[in-house]
């Protein structure tokens, strides 16, 4: 097994925002010391993101970074410390906390990972399916070190509620929107606050959802799921609760 350390580069259209752009994924394999960076090639997404981008900047920034990283890339023995490298990164451009995970010797995790958080940047059959993500997820969730709990919890009404982790006292459940009818998503979403609202003494809720959208039945949903609890993109959500449970 590998130890890798990894990190995300986020993009944020000044440095008073919230909202982010997930744009590149640094890795260091603390095992073998192979270190890797990759980013994002669809750049009319980026452009959409903040139409004031000054594109070829970008691409220069971001291939200097990887250039910075990939050093003699035949030659791992000089000291790296990705804590420190992400350290400086404090405007725009900002790199998330630092997670470690376990990888088996001959995984594709650079690939793996790339696809889990710049998963936009793939065309959907080149995308990680929908159940390799739910393991990611579990796994990324896992290096925590908190135990996993039977992800299934009685209701005021004895009912099951069935989420897909329970780590510590944080419930997750996933929302897929791939390819679905916001419309027909909305009953479901109602069903899950109400569960939110009536199990808020006993976990701090959070909802991952899988899609980019900003249809109007999309924000009803998200509406809908952010009364109760915390409702996040995929990518964001895994911060946030790996922030949370540390």
């Not at 790296?80 to 376990?102: K, L, Q």
């Not at 080149?126 to 390799?132: A, F, I, P, V």
């Not at 579990?138 to 908190?146: C, E, G, P, T, Y």
């Amino acid at each position: 097994m590998y130890q890798v350390e990894y990190a995300a580069l986020k993009y944020y259209n000044n440095i008073i925002s919230d909202e982010c752009l997930y744009i590149g994924m640094l890795f260091h394999n603390i095992t073998t010391g192979k270190r890797d960076f990759r980013y994002i090639s669809n750049f009319k997404r980026f452009q959409s993101f903040d139409d004031e981008a000054d594109i070829d900047f970008v691409k220069l920034y971001l291939a200097g970074i990887q250039q910075q990283v990939q050093v003699n890339i035949w030659n791992y023995q000089n000291d790296f410390s990705i804590a420190d490298f992400t350290r400086i990164y404090v405007n725009e451009f900002r790199f998330s906390d630092v997670s470690t995970i376990e990888v088996e010797e001959n995984e594709d995790y650079v690939e793996n990972l790339t696809k889990m958080f710049l998963k936009f940047d793939f065309s959907k059959e080149k995308r990680l399916s929908h159940s390799d993500e739910k393991k990611y997820i579990r796994r990324i969730l896992s290096s925590s070190n908190i135990p996993f709990s039977i992800p299934r919890v009685s209701g005021s009404y004895e009912e099951n509620v069935t989420f897909d982790y329970i780590i510590g006292n944080v419930a997750i459940k996933l929302f897929s929107f791939k390819e679905k009818n916001a419309n027909k998503l909305i009953p479901s979403a109602k069903q899950w606050a109400f569960s939110a609202d009536e199990l808020k003494d006993r976990y701090k809720i959070v909802f991952l959802y899988d899609e980019d959208n900003n249809s109007p039945e999309w924000e009803i949903v998200l509406r809908i799921l952010k009364r109760y609890a915390e409702a996040y993109r995929v990518q964001d959500g895994l911060d946030y609760i790996l922030k949370m449970i540390s």
